[in-house]
């Protein structure tokens, strides 16, 4: 179900090879820093590393005798090295393998994801300076608004990306430490002076304090930084569906899905798609947080939820972000449709300027307020063009002589340019 | 139903006076800018303000008129402030106002809430220090695993309590925004220059981006924050529970409730209340995902969320922190109970070191832990010191001749103080 | 925060008073029973009754002092009453009492929200039969699909109502259930038959089997049911929304909202806040069900979280039943433009017709979708109505002769009185 | 990563290939129907029956192709037939094959589902029997209670379990529809009789209305039912949890699982997996229902999460279910431990019986509240029996001559055989 999903190099980290590669990683790492403290005989590490095979097949049905992923693992890890095999998980806890290697995973799979980041940028920034002064009308509440550029949209999106991004790399950071600490954390057998030898080896820093596990918050940390980015994807794919609606047309998907039963269809379903993808990763984030409150030491409660929810949520990202840099790349724009969209609106967007203007020439706000809202009522009822209404209204010729200036949109995107800088830069 | 958990001064941010308080600061802060850049005739904004005066019931009955609550606002101030009083608002959307002074708000809220978290941290500290030594069981699983110090427990929880301030601030300095460009983020009767200004008065940095509403991705942020001090404190709550369980007997709350029916009950309620809350804030985050995606330049769908979810979510932070604080302060510890339970233990806790000793002395590691397994399950069977049975096997006497030296709580806690010393240095 | 949403007469059964006086009749109820199998003086309840006064205010007082809210209850309730109050609560657990009159809270408000329901039924009924015939386009993907009936989208709601009418009758007995079996659950001093004789005077069946408390997966069955209320109102809500977006404008709320700074605007604000309102009802399940586990014969964290939830959701959906009903009710229509808007679709709407008709007469269905697909790409890319271009296409030509048959709305729409009859009956 | 949890024959609904099965269902369903009312030629549906072959690889293929599963499916199977192959689909969109073959395998799925709850439920009841009369301490707030018997836990156990099943049985009424309507559910080339008629054939009701799909809010129900039962399982696992701690030690798993560092290890890691496992069928339900509400005659954002989601939740609840019964089957009980541990508990469960002898002898309910609070505290401070302290003071002995009868379990549990007849009859 996931695999319809699952795209390359991500997919790959989740494969139980992978696990036990890193399993193995960090049990060398370990091994390697008792050996430098001479607490394991010179040599033992190299003939360790030397020696090791991993057979996913054989650890399995280890692990179907043993009832324990990581005993299994080290059984037939032992049996491969010889009796200089003993040494491997010296002073170690499955724990301490299993979150250090996990540091491992997350840190590959949210630099994936930076990346896929990364390129939805490029293209957002990209179609956001093509489009800066594609005129279009802004709408809120799904009722004409004033006017805007299509290019905005495209920067605000970017905006919030780069919040996306920071979140990402917030995420790793929290959680790019690993753990040597033993059952309880005490280093009861494990020094902090191996833990810090051999976590360099791997890249990672040392949790200040651990329980048998790494504190779940960090954990959680993770999910809300994926939840985000969906979130994100989201929210550009609905309004990728709102623009491609049949009475807007203002944009099409690149690639639209037919229909079995009616041939003229062009439906938006990667659009559609990627906001029930957001479903479900905002979805794991009240598991994610249930998962931080265990018993005393440690409870095994959080495991099989990570199981599930660690591939699922990192998969179902990596193909969001993929999925919407495609769909923006290949987005094809009706810009005329947007002018004549613009044009429908009958001069509506200008109705602020029109109140001001009568407010700068002394009316009370909600006298102004109260005349352009009439105004605009004859002018729907009617289906003329305000401006023709206003310009019949006595009190508005009195106060506002000149009304071409108020609905003029050169005017109203005055402003664009600077919003860029501000963005953008330069 | 809230006001059972609402704390002084939290409580008073929430107040609809307070928030019409905001909303006329942000008014004349933008009336200011435009004055300072000549938009408004001079001496405007003074005037306004020494008139402005805010009546809730007035606005109130206001709002049932006209159905908006800003724009009901406006008509009554503009009634006090008599024709300067149009200038209010010049320029300006209803989500200026309420988004900006909803950054003034959150601010503050947040604010509280950092120096409840430094409280809670002080004494988290405090009581580290305290029980540094004192000796327990470590738990996994729920059975008996290593030893450790109760002081542990405050450790962790305070490096935990670290990266939620750590959440807190960043989720302030997200949300430390003001936005004052209009209905459709376009600046069309406001310009950048007056926003800034503007929000110099009051202490934001300019939305670099934003459609009608600033980005409901900053808020989101918040409510993760949120989550993670709750998620904390049903960690906390949790493990008193345990703790204080009648079996364990570790600790007991110092305000223990009664029993309606069984007089003598000393019920642990307020460390449950703790959890129950917990959930109650975790449930806020998918809500307050859903309502990033807005539909093209805004919808209201946020709206109710919001005026649900954040009084209610900071009002139960706010007093989940401060009950937190005072739960650990009071809490009441059995240093005797707790040798007891060590005692009770009859050895297990030193298993690792026994089967270490065989894997140093040259055991492979499979036939060490089947032993110790071996040995642990009679001593269990017939309720006797682990290494008493130990010391009948023929195997350990051969390779293990000092069973004393394994069996030794300073061996185990010998790195106690490192790990002190890496959480509050020196 | 709540206030805004809460109407008559559901608000009033949340309050403290209330809540008391549905207490003080379970407590009267299960001295009834006592005195009735001799267990407590004759004449002890009608006394009891006579004298008994609430008075929040002391209770609250009592509250304070004591720390136990059904403790402090009873203590003015035996202080009004005199010796003979000793006898309340006689063998009974604070749970026996909340929980008993918890279920005659739940009785009530469900029966609210079961009007409220059957309120909005009727509307869409009406509204259903108004416009059986009224022809719109059908959309899929918010493309143009073919035809359908505005009445349909009532008929299909109404229908889908019956289910959630279905689900807070099963609720409302799933409730239905008191327990007055004790601290935990065995009448250890109040006897099954006592129980059976109180509950029978609260019109409630006895729980078969209880802990402390009644099982909370019955009232997570509340919380679904709700949920269940409040997307049905959300889907309706949505539906409006986007029926009434300026482009569409098939549809306008009876009472829009307008823009403080926008004076055109005519914003489906109450559709928007009900789309809201639906996120918190949801979010609710949760919390309900992690109530469910508790500790033993109970913990107490349930208690918070239904303190909060419950009046939450079921004023929010009382609300969001009465405001849905109101805004169909004065949904204003225009069928004008829905005609206008099928001319618009240009025929696309019988493509299928055109493919079967194909297939009828002999062509592939491969090969036929891929004809009608490449006349529909032509037709839009053209701007011409789909029959035209059709009708120069000699494959078309030759096997299907009368096109004007295939492209006729009254073929299109020959079923919907069978829908109705299958819906509505007669 | 969900492997690890699918059991046969739940995971084998799940295959494409089982899935085509579904499909192909339908459409001779379909077929057949047309071919009855005279819609199709006869002997159509007998010759594309015999020749219809399913191969999934070539339907794979053909999808990567056009794009669209159901198409390609369509395509491989009219290549196969042969020209006949063009009725196959005659006036069905494709939701009305998927949707119709949901309902199949929804409905297995839920037989499944319902035999795995039977079997758990003979579980309980056999092991409620057996310990029907096994006295144990009743606990609330994790504090000593009443007494009660462990049989009595399993007996609410089985009374929840009746209505977890109830759920699952109209959870499957509510899925148990099909629907053959058609592009927007109005039968335009359909007709309602052949709707009947073929899924009469199938075992299903017709949808009385529908837009191009089923009404999504049934499926929310599924996921309600399934989210109960995994509460239910939950609820188990952790009393489980609760009672095998090392503390308690009235129960243990059968077979509980090592540690790689500790030898001594018993962990219940079954049943803390069991509780994780809830955390994620629960998550199921915030998108199951954000699914209900989509656009006009619909959009496919509900399609993702539904491919996901349902087997997740589906093969998850089956573990569960299988595993519960499992590990109650298996379960190891203390009866010893259980009396040892009523010992400990020193009289304190009487405390109520204390409490209203008093009461009953004349004292006010408050003051005999407060004595015999005052004897527990002194006992507890003293580590005496509390019948012991309570024999000591005057008024006791003034009130109640008699403490041994107060002291008493057989008293106290006079009414479990009752509370098993309510639950099991006889």
Redesign the interface.
């Known amino acids: 179900?996931?695999e319809?999903?699952a795209l390359s190099p991500m997919k790959e980290l989740?494969t139980l090879e992978a696990q036990y590669q890193r399993w193995l990683a960090v049990e060398l790492a370990a091994l390697e820093a008792l050996e430098e403290l001479g607490q394991v005989p010179p040599g033992t590490a190299q003939l360790v590393r030397a020696r090791a095979r991993l057979d996913v097949a054989k650890i399995l049905a280890a692990e179907r005798e043993?009832?324990?992923d990581?005993?299994a693992f080290?059984?037939v890890l032992?049996e491969e090295v010889g009796?200089e095999?003993?040494?491997?998980?010296?002073?170690?806890?499955?724990s301490d393998v299993k979150d250090t290697a996990l540091a491992l995973l997350l840190r590959e799979a949210l630099e994936i994801l930076a990346a896929k980041a990364r390129e939805l940028g490029e293209v957002l920034v990209l179609r956001a300076r093509e489009h800066k002064n594609t005129v279009m009308l802004?709408?809120?509440?799904?009722?004409?608004?004033?006017?805007?550029t299509f290019g905005?949209k495209f920067?605000?999106w970017y905006?919030?990306l780069r919040?996306?991004e920071e979140?990402l790399v917030?995420a790793k950071e929290?959680v790019s430490v690993g753990k040597l600490?033993?059952?309880?954390?005490?280093?009861?057998?494990f020094?902090?002076e191996a833990e810090e030898r051999a976590l360099r080896r791997l890249g990672l820093a040392?949790c200040?304090?651990?329980?048998?596990v790494i504190?779940r918050?960090?954990y959680?940390?993770v999910f809300?930084a994926l939840?985000?980015a969906a979130?994100?994807v989201?929210?550009i794919a609905?309004?990728i569906?709102?623009l491609?609606?049949?009475?807007?047309g203002e944009v099409a998907e690149g690639?639209p899905?037919?229909?079995?039963?009616?041939?003229?269809?062009?439906?938006?379903?990667l659009s559609?798609?990627l906001?029930?993808?957001?479903?479900?990763v905002?979805?794991?984030?009240?598991?994610a947080?249930?998962?931080?409150?265990?018993?005393?030491?440690?409870?095994?409660?959080?495991?099989?939820?990570e199981?599930?929810?660690f591939?699922?949520s990192f998969v179902l990202v990596d193909y969001m972000l993929s999925r919407a840099a495609k769909l923006l790349r290949e987005l094809v724009v009706f810009p005329e449709r947007m002018r004549r969209?613009v044009e429908?609106?009958r001069g509506?967007p200008f109705?602020?300027?029109?109140?001001?203007a009568l407010?700068r020439a002394?009316?009370?706000?909600?006298e102004?307020?109260?005349?352009?809202?009439e105004l605009?009522r004859r002018?729907?009822a009617e289906g003329r063009p305000?401006a023709a209404v206003a310009q019949e209204e006595a009190r508005v010729r009195a106060l506002v002589p000149d009304l071409a200036a108020i609905f003029c949109p050169e005017r109203?995107?005055?402003?664009?340019e600077?919003?860029y800088r501000?963005?953008l830069g330069g």
Not at 138 to 148: F, M, S
Not at 208 to 212: G, H, L, N, R, T
Not at 289 to 305: I, K, P, T, Y
Request: hydrophobic share 40%; charged share 20%.
């Open positions: 179900m996931l319809r999903y989740w043993v009832g324990h990581l005993i080290l059984w032992e009796p095999g003993r040494w491997l998980h010296f002073g170690l806890t499955s802004g709408r809120t509440h799904g009722q004409w608004a004033e006017l805007t905005l920067l605000l905006d919030e919040r996306v979140r917030r929290a600490s033993g059952a309880v954390g005490t280093y009861g057998f020094p902090p040392p200040p304090v651990a329980s048998q504190s918050d960090r959680a940390e809300f939840a985000s979130s994100l989201e929210k609905l309004e569906r709102l491609s609606r049949a009475e807007v690639r899905e037919g229909s079995s039963a009616m041939p003229h269809k062009r439906n938006p379903i559609e798609r906001c029930g993808l957001a479903r479900l905002r979805a794991a984030l009240g598991p947080l249930e998962n931080n409150a265990l018993w005393h030491e440690r409870d095994m409660s959080h495991s099989s939820v199981r599930v929810l591939p699922q969209n429908e609106a509506f109705s602020e300027g029109l109140l001001l407010v002394g009316m009370g706000r909600k102004a307020h109260g005349l352009v809202a605009s002018a729907a305000l109203a995107l005055a402003h664009v600077a919003i501000r963005v």
